[in-house]
């Protein structure tokens, strides 16, 4: 395989670098669709499957590949350099470990958050040197599949449907993570912590895909630029479909339209037109987006409600589904423009031998895939392992996997003083001999006329989203001491169902604004009358108040207490 000239290694060198940075959409959709404790642990992972696999493919899983032993397996050529000089280059050296690396780390997501790093590592390693190389062989390096005529142009099979078959299996035998499934067998939605992340990871994989499918051409010299334009047009247009399509469906199942689905849909649409996307015209590749559509949807439904495998992001629905399906939709929509009556799809008058021949190598792929990877997971797990302890999961695997207390910074616990340092030794001193409030500050103690007052604390939980005018109301009335905090909680209603990702969200916790106040010269009927005013739509929701007798307060800066520990200094 030699590239013709320099504009075409240029080319396949840039799309190598796209495929590298699909690294970073993986590690975002991941992230995003997971809890926020496994954070670190999910970025690490999918470092170190590009960092371990990159090596170990060219070690030895390139030669496995491409190698010309026969059309089962490539050959043990260590450090690549045989098969470089039969014909390959180093150019596809580099293109072909993007690949192998993002079949690796599919099996990532759908393994998230119980899975141990050590056991991800070794795992990671094998399908990189024999299990992506051996069906990467059959079906790319001259191997059966390829004499017989299978069509997978940028691997919907090769890399796709291989990472997550690899996920599913491995999701299987690790189990749900906990909590996930009630005692009867009902799924609980465990929604991700940050859509945001995830669909910047989106957008950087549809963004990459392009380098994905368009690099494949692997030159743009003679016919190679038609070619990857017609590569960049259906690769866009199915994903766009697909993304529709999941909108409406997920609009008319779950009666709102599911971000977290519809992502999951875009990919689903790259995905399955990966195999096909140049040979498909653009009507083809509609039909498959809208096949990716239902697939990922009732796929993941069914993955998660059915076979009961917890699969945190989608990642059996997107890859292993779409995978195969779509390319077995090759088989029925490849189009030659007439040059290849033979080749053509069903669809084109082509017969239904490509159909026949794309399923056999769906077939033999998952086969090979699926005996190789469930011993190497029965192995790890009857050896070192393959799931965290109880308490590490409950726990977040960032700490007990990394030792990081949390993967964001506004989450870290905050640390009074660093041993060793003058800064520590004069906090320490100041501790040991505080001093008196009177030495600390000018204290003017007023006594305010007119006997006591009493003390009054309203309590106020309403949605979240009330708290500007909720804050501006009070202030009006002249409230100018207020504690607020977010929480989650439910009242005798336990609001109403939700959906994510085609499971029903546990709605007795819900997000709520916790407002809370002492009040003693402003009356509390006051305070409550506005609150009331403010908060009142009608509806289910509106929130409550809660009004307690307070026994005292001091304010720890003067010592001044009661009804002057709440008035200004002035």
């Known amino acids: 395989m030699e590239l013709a000239t320099s ?40 470092l170190m499957d590009f960092s371990l696999g990159a090596p170990i493919f060219w070690l030895v899983g390139f030669g496995i590949m491409f ?49 141990k790093f050590s056991a991800y590592c070794i795992y990671s390693m094998v399908i990189s040197a024999i299990i992506y190389p051996v069906s990467g062989h059959w079906i790319w390096g001259g191997g059966w599949l390829s004499e017989m005529g299978f069509h997978d142009f940028a691997g919907s099979t090769a890399v796709h449907f291989v990472g997550g078959l690899c996920a599913l299996i491995g999701a299987a035998i690790l189990g749900p993570r906990i909590g996930k499934y009630t005692k009867d067998g009902k799924a609980r939605a465990i929604p991700g912590h940050s859509l945001t992340l995830g669909a910047l990871g989106c957008f950087i994989l549809w963004f990459c895909w392009f380098g994905f499918n368009g690099g494949s051409t692997v030159a743009l010299s003679g016919s190679g630029a038609e070619v990857a334009s017609r590569v960049f047009m259906t690769t866009n247009l199915a994903a766009a479909v697909a993304t ?21 849909g875009s990919l689903a649409g790259l995905v399955a037109v990966t195999a096909g996307c140049d040979v498909v015209t653009p009507v083809g ?25 917890d699969d945190p992001v989608g990642a059996v629905g997107v890859h292993c589904i779409n995978g195969a399906i779509g390319t077995i939709l090759t088989g029925l929509f490849a189009y030659y423009d007439g040059t290849e ?62 030792g990081l207390a949390s993967a964001y910074a506004d989450f870290m616990p905050v640390v009074p003083n660093v041993l060793g340092t003058r800064a ?52 009006g009335i002249g ?60 509806h289910i929701g509106d929130g409550k108040i809660f009004v307690y ?22």
Not at 96 to 107: H, L, N, P
Request: charged share 20%; proline share 2%; with cysteine.
């Open 7 to 46: 504009v075409d290694v240029g080319w396949t060198l840039v799309a190598a670098a796209l495929v590298f940075f699909m690294q970073a959409g993986f590690a975002m959709v991941e992230t995003g669709f997971t809890r926020a404790k496994n954070a670190g642990n999910i970025i690490m992972k999918n």
């Open 67 to 115: 190698g010309t032993t026969n059309g089962f397996f490539g050959a043990f050529d260590f450090f690549a350099d045989g098969v470089v000089g039969e014909g390959y280059n180093w150019t596809t050296l580099v293109f072909q470990t993007m690949f192998c690396a993002t079949a690796a780390t599919i099996v990532s997501g759908s393994m998230a958050e119980r899975t």
């Open 479 to 538: 409230v100018s001491g207020m504690t607020v905090t977010n929480v989650i909680g439910c009242g005798v209603q336990h609001g109403a169902a939700e959906y994510y990702r085609g499971a029903q969200v546990d709605t007795t916790l819900l997000p709520k604004l916790k407002m809370e106040v002492v009040v003693s010269k402003v009356p509390v009927e006051t305070v409550v009358d506005t609150v009331k005013k403010v908060l009142y739509t009608g």
């Open 549 to 570: 007798d307070v026994e005292n307060v001091i304010k720890v800066r003067t010592g001044a207490e009661g009804f002057d520990a709440l008035q200004d200094d002035e």
């Open 244 to 264: 529709v399509t999941v909108m409406c469906i997920t609009w008319v199942r779950y009666k709102k339209p599911d971000v977290s689905m519809t992502l999951n």
């Open 424 to 475: 520590a030794e004069q906090t320490a001193a100041e501790m040991q001999a505080p001093a008196a409030v009177e030495q600390a500050v000018p204290v003017t103690r007023v006594t305010t006329e007119g006997g006591t007052h009493k003390l009054t604390k309203v309590v106020i939980v309403t949605k979240q989203s009330k708290f500007e005018v909720l804050k501006e109301a009070l202030a």
């Open 341 to 402: 009556v033979a080749a053509n799809g069903l669809f084109y008058g082509g017969g239904a031998g490509l159909l026949i021949t794309q399923i056999i190598g769906v077939a033999a792929v998952a086969v090979w895939v699926g005996v190789t990877i469930t011993i190497v997971f029965q192995i790890i797990k009857h050896t070192i392992g393959l799931r965290v302890s109880e308490a590490e999961e409950l726990m977040g695997l960032d700490k007990p996997e990394h």
């Open 285 to 309: 590749a509609a039909i498959i987006g809208i096949c990716a559509g239902f697939a990922v949807v009732f796929g993941i439904e069914f993955v998660d409600q059915k076979l009961k495998v």
